[in-house]
């Protein structure tokens, strides 16, 4: 049994958007050229295109492959007991990745179809929305092997868990709002420095604290 009982109450934003996009995907087979917008550079000018097909299939692919792996990975998980303690915060994950890339895929195909998107200045607002919403739901997470930051030390104790993932929380609600500053008229540098700065920091500075915290945890049992 699936310990976060998806129902369709809980899965039926996934499971539309999903159907939409197939019947998306079946209309711009047919009728997007053969080369399609697929890339934008920092100052939001295109520089990558893709085949027809890959542009009308890829994403539909993705969003169900999001989709299944969210379904499969609590059964699998050796902590699936925790599970229970964060099905909305589970569910909520879930529905936000495959709500993030349907439009990402609406836009996208807007601009394939010839309609003036200016993609290259809303993707920093969706990805920067994007990390708001992961860093609103991560902090609820418990324990496990699938969400979360999972270092050595997360995993051996719930307490360094739970402040790790706390301050990644919050690292992921600003390093959104500053993402979303790659939106405006600034130069490039500028926009690519930001979002290095901001991933590196995502992406390194929990683990380390998790080691730090996790230390002094242990010289504070070793005291008592």
């Known amino acids: ?15 539309v958007l999903i159907g939409i996009s197939i019947g998306v995907g079946s209309y711009l087979q047919v009728y997007l050229p053969n080369l399609v917008p697929s890339h934008w550079g920092f100052n939001g000018e295109v520089d990558g295109y893709s085949s027809r097909t890959f542009g009308a299939w890829f994403v539909p692919a993705l969003m169900i492959g999001i989709y299944l792996l969210f379904l499969a990975l609590p059964y699998f998980d050796p902590k699936k007991e925790h599970y229970a303690n964060f099905v909305e915060a589970y569910h909520g994950l879930k529905n936000l990745m495959v709500t993030f890339f349907f439009v990402t895929y609406i836009l996208i195909s807007a601009t394939g179809l010839g309609f ?3 993609v290259g200045s ?8 994007l990390f708001i919403g992961i860093g609103y739901f991560i902090k609820s997470v418990k324990q496990n092997w699938a969400i979360g930051v999972r270092t050595p030390w997360t995993m051996e104790s719930p307490t360094v868990w739970k402040r790790t993932n706390e301050l990644m929380a919050r690292l992921m609600l600003l390093g959104g709002v500053l993402l979303t500053l790659c939106a405006f008229p600034i130069e490039d540098i500028y926009k690519a420095t930001l979002l290095i700065i901001t991933i ?8 380390v604290y998790s080691y730090f915290i996790y230390r002094a945890e242990q010289k504070g049992k070793k005291k008592k």
Do not use: E, F, Q
């Open 116 to 118: 003036d998107i200016p």
């Open 122 to 129: 809303l993707m920093p607002v969706g990805i920067g929305l």
């Open 200 to 207: 590196v920091v995502i992406a390194v500075v929990p683990i």
């Open 1 to 15: 049994m699936n310990p976060v009982k998806p129902s369709w109450k809980t899965d039926w934003l996934p499971i």
